[in-house]
Every structure is written in C-alpha cells, then in structure tokens.
C-alpha cells in the first residue's frame, strides 16, 4: 500500500509556511459547489494546489481545487476550495494528504462539509444535517486511512472514534443556527460514506437505513479520521441536496447537476452559518 512518510507531509508544510505569513488555527474542506466559503474570507492568499509540493489536484467539477489563507470573522482559517476522493482514482492516503499537513500548519479545528442524498424520511432537500456520527463502509473493507506503519508524531495506533464529531462544537453549531435564522432546517444524523462514483442502488439505500444512516455520500470520512487521529477537533455538516429513491416504481433519478444546482441554493445559509459559527471559537 502507498503511503507517504513524516517528512512528505513536512515538506508542504514547510513550503506553505514559508509562501505565507498566516497560521491557520481552523481548517474549512468545502464539498461540492461549497467552495463559496473560500471566498468569504479577508486578506486571502490563494495557492494552486498544483502549485503546492506533492499536493493532489482536484478533478470534479464544483471543486476549485486552490488552497486560500485568510481571515473569517477575524479567525485565522485556511479552506479547501476542493477535495479528492476515491473514485478520482486516489488511494486513501492521498485523499487525506491535506488533512496532516493541516495538523502540521498549526490548524487545532477542522470543519468538513459536503453535499449528501437524504436517506432519513424526516430530511429535506436543503436541509443541513450536523454530523454526529459516521459509518464508514471503506473502512470495512480495508480502506481506511491508518493502514500500515503508524507514525506517533501524528498520533496513537488504535484512536478512539466513539468521539469523532465534537460535542461542544455541535451544541455551538446549534445556538448559531438560531441565532442565523437557520435552525428550521438544521438536522442532526449519521452520515455514511460510500465510495462512489455511482449513486445508490435502492436495495443499497434500504441497506443503510437500516445500519442507522441519515444520509449518505462519497467522502468525508477518511479526513475525519486522520484528523481525530491527529487530535484535531471536528465538525460535520452534511447539505443534503436530493433525497435517495427509495421506490422501483419512482422516475426520479440523481444526478450530479442536481447536487450543485440545490447547493446553490442552500451555500449562503451555509456559509453564513459557519462564518459566525467560526467567530466564536
């Protein structure tokens, strides 16, 4: 399996570290057509990612694939405008690369966000579910992120994930929805990752509600890992952009265009949501 060494990850480190004078305390992994949070922030420095040592790039579209430092409500942030995912043909290690890099950039916080089908009946397209918990199906075939030689410079051999989405982060996630305005399509759930590319069968989608999932997409999950692997905080909010089919007789059908078009429309609730979440850190 290919992996890469304590001193891969140094090197882009160092390398950004030295291209800018910002110490991310926060970092923001922006799903599909959520780069917009990227944007918001002030005093940018912007980074190709093929312009950063060993850096994957990003091949879907609704993903910008630059790196942008700056300031979000006066915290120090950096933001994946972009991630990578299994179906680009990446292996899970260099889906999570950014994640250590993150940990090594000083980031304390990691937020992750993405666009999901909705499988709990009580969800709504538009809805943002915070994330409370995971299944990760990778994982169960062998997938996972700490496979292989474990570096204690990142962190322990066997983590704890019974506390990957951080309580205290999700009750302030909560009173900022209120306060926002947003609380009336604010869900709490499961998220369930899939591989991809492929959306879901309907067998496949029964499945996982039975296994407790309240939505499901195709990433996330590996950087959580790494991330609570690293010590990182996190928060999880999933944009539930279409609702799964649930009935061989229905005629509807996902699509990727669907995801982004119902992004558009629920971002700015998004982002608002995080920037004032962010602020109080």
């Known amino acids: ?22 110490r991310p305390k926060v970092a923001i992994i922006c799903g599909s057509g959520l780069g917009g949070l990227g944007d918001l922030l002030e005093d940018k420095t912007m980074f190709s990612y093929k312009d950063i040592p060993r850096f994957p790039a990003s091949t879907v579209p609704g993903h910008a694939g630059q790196l ?19 179906y680009e043909g990446y292996n899970v290690q260099t889906v999570t690369y950014p994640v250590r890099v993150f940990f090594l950039l000083g980031v304390e916080t990691l937020i992750v966000t993405n666009a999901a089908g909705g499988l709990n009946g009580a969800f709504n397209v538009g809805d943002i579910m915070l994330i409370r918990d995971h299944i990760n199906t990778p994982g169960f075939a062998g997938q996972n992120p700490l496979c ?31 306060e926002q305005g947003c609380s009336s ?6 998220y369930c990752m899939l591989a991809g590319p492929t959306y ?21 999950v590996p950087e959580v890992v790494v991330a609570r692997h690293c010590g990182l905080r996190v928060l999880g ?11 061989y007789e229905s005629s509807d059908r996902a699509n990727h265009e669907e995801v982004l078009k119902t992004t558009q429309h629920r971002a700015q609730d998004l982002q608002r949501l995080v920037s004032h979440l962010v602020a109080k850190f």
């Open 1 to 22: 399996m290919f992996s890469y060494s304590y001193e891969d990850y140094k090197e882009t480190a160092d390398w950004l570290l030295t291209h800018t004078k910002k």
């Open 68 to 86: 942008v430092f700056g300031k979000l409500q006066g915290c120090e942030c950096v933001c994946m405008q972009g991630r990578f995912h299994f």
């Open 148 to 178: 292989g030689h474990n570096d204690e410079r990142f962190g322990v051999r066997f983590p704890c994930m019974s506390d990957a989405y951080d309580q205290e982060l999700r009750v302030l996630a909560r009173q900022t929805a209120e």
């Open 185 to 190: 399509f604010l869900q709490e759930g499961v």
């Open 200 to 220: 879901e069968t309907i067998a496949e989608c029964r499945a996982l509600q039975m296994l407790g999932a309240d939505a499901v997409g195709m990433s996330t």
């Open 237 to 247: 909010l999933s944009l539930v952009t279409n609702k799964v089919v649930m009935d």
